[in-house]
């Protein structure tokens, strides 16, 4: 079969298969971020976002994606607001990554392997979550680009054309646009098979130079080089380090879950066959091993790593490249027979698939129904007035930016009011409704609870002591929220805010934040006993003195 033939039908089976496993999500609407991305490009030209600082931190302090906003900005004009041709955007884009991975193995290895790489890397985790959340395109976009550039090079140090070095330097810039983690692809481009490591050098100079303007960009852009939300200085300690490792030892876990044993095991042993049969040290693998790692050090101490969602999905794509790649050489190794190496691996990564698999459809329920409950209340915002109230559900009110992005959008598209939102009991009592709704999980569907509102204020009443010690000193400079809460060490704080949400809190710490200047919020403090008390109302003071509060 021709060349360009085997191609097209690998791209149109990838194609296929993402839409297969991912046909439901094309009934989903807006959710987590994606209002904010929505409102962001809404008020500002995308270019902006690529050359003001002061513009682009009012999306995010914390990370320089604006490849992300520019694609939504594109879908915007195209398809107007239809989540579903967003949702089939992100699909294809997925689609891309996996028939890029095809590409780039079939420089080494024979079809059928690289057919493999590319549907290990659809079906797991990561990548069936990413189809799920739209904030997560800049994930998949950058992983389309990042494989173009390493095919780019590739044929360029096997004596192509230099038009191949130009797309693969054009495709690692916009890369890096669109997410931090793959700015450390020119290590991972010296660690290719091909050509003599000092011709891999020349050719990957220019790469290096890229990598020197982003960074300089980025600290133009950005009040901090690194990514995340922590502090910088607490990446040097010995209690972060030691989180990393105990956090990167558990990716087995979250990518395999309960069958996370047999994960684990089928990829140790294909790892082990393929040393077994190269018997060298795997240099190589060590380093594209650290330069997908190390890049999501900055977020384990904040937000955590609890999941195998986007944060994972360069892991993945990477341990599907490797899988791929080692099983290629392993049967290259056996002369292509079906000797004990080849039926042995073959029969692993059947193993590895299905845990692949079942892990990724199991996860990816529980997303979709965390999805279903924001598709229902971005619905009930975008179609009601102030007229009614509503209290959002628990897997909203953490994600409240969720809210105000879609109600601030609505309003700045010129389509009226948004429904009051009562996001604690504190603002049921100061609100007065007459008509309150709120999430039923029974039906997935908004329903009229006007009548619990006298027995939760009753038990609001009841639960409250005004006059309890409290104190609180916080502080918003540098992008950074600074806090301590006192006097207890037991129970949960939690900041409350009609404007940022309820947010939970230890007793003190630091996170670097968007926080509208202004914002009003109160401390909450929940006792063991289950008895509340609130501070006075604060106000969010950028860059102001720090503020302290107390009532003895």
Not at 253 to 268: C, D, E, F, N, Q
Not at 285 to 297: D, G, S
Request: aromatic share 14%; glycine share 8%; hydrophobic share 50%.
């Amino acid at each position: 079969m021709p060349r360009t033939m085997q191609y097209l039908l690998a791209a149109i089976g990838f194609v296929l298969l993402a839409l297969l496993i991912n046909f439901g999500v094309l009934d989903g609407s807006w959710r987590w971020d994606d209002s904010q991305i929505l409102l962001h490009a809404h008020q500002f030209n995308w270019l902006q976002d690529f050359t003001n600082p002061e513009v682009w931190q009012q999306f995010s302090p914390a990370n320089l994606t604006p490849l992300l906003i520019l694609s939504f900005e594109v879908d915007l004009i195209l398809f107007g607001l239809t989540p579903s041709m967003f949702y089939l955007h992100q699909l294809l884009a997925l689609a891309a990554a996996a028939w890029m991975m095809f590409l780039c193995l079939k420089l080494w290895c024979r079809g059928g392997f690289a057919v493999l790489g590319g549907v290990l890397f659809l079906i797991g985790t990561p990548t069936l979550l990413v189809a799920q959340q739209l904030m997560t395109r800049h994930y998949a976009e950058g992983l389309v680009l990042a494989l173009v550039a390493l095919y780019g090079f590739v044929r360029f140090v096997r004596g192509g054309a230099v038009l191949w070095l130009v797309l693969a330097l054009v495709s690692y810039a916009l890369a890096c646009m669109a997410k931090e983690v793959y700015v450390p692809l020119p290590l991972i481009l010296l660690c290719i098979p091909d050509g003599t490591f000092a011709k891999r050098l020349r050719a990957a100079a220019p790469f290096f130079l890229l990598t020197l303007l982003y960074a300089i960009w980025r600290s133009w852009m950005l009040e901090s080089v690194t990514g995340g939300y922590a502090s910088t200085a607490s990446f040097f300690s010995g209690a972060f380090i030691q989180q990393v490792v105990i956090t990167f030892a558990g990716f087995p876990r979250l990518l395999g879950g309960g069958w996370w044993p047999v994960l684990t095991l089928a990829a140790v042993l294909v790892l082990v066959t393929y040393l077994y049969t190269k018997r060298h040290v795997p240099w190589r693998m060590l380093i594209v091993a650290a330069m997908v790692l190390l890049p999501l050090a900055p977020l384990v101490q904040s937000p955590g790593i609890v999941l195998a969602d986007r944060y994972l999905l360069v892991v993945w794509a990477a341990t599907s490249f490797a899988i791929a790649y080692m099983l290629s050489q392993v049967w290259q190794a056996t002369t292509e027979s079906m000797g004990w190496a080849g039926t042995g691996t073959v029969a692993l990564t059947g193993l590895l698939a299905l845990a692949a698999a079942v892990q990724g459809f199991s996860v990816r329920s529980a997303l979709v129904a965390v999805g279903k409950e924001f598709d229902v209340q971005g619905q009930f915002l975008w179609q009601q007035d102030d007229s009614v109230a509503m209290i959002p559900s628990g897997n909203v009110v953490p994600a409240f930016w969720f809210v105000t992005g879609l109600r601030d959008f609505k309003q700045g598209l010129g389509l009226g009011s948004s429904p009051v939102t009562v996001v604690d009991d504190i603002y049921l009592q100061q609100s007065g409704v007459d008509q309150l709704y709120g999430w039923q999980q029974d039906c997935q569907c908004m329903v009229d609870i006007s009548e619990q509102v006298p027995g939760r204020l009753a038990a609001y009443e009841d639960s409250l002591r005004p006059q309890a010690p409290l104190n609180l000193r916080y502080g918003y400079q540098g992008g950074y929220f600074t806090w301590q809460f006192g006097p207890y060490s037991d129970g949960q704080y939690h900041l409350v805010s009609d404007v940022i949400g309820v947010i939970p809190a230890p007793a003190a710490g630091q996170l670097r934040a968007t926080l509208t200047d202004g914002a009003p919020f109160y401390i909450r403090y929940t006792s063991p006993e289950g008895w509340m008390t609130y501070s006075a109302q604060q106000r969010v003071v950028r860059d102001g003195p720090e503020t302290a509060w107390s009532r003895e």
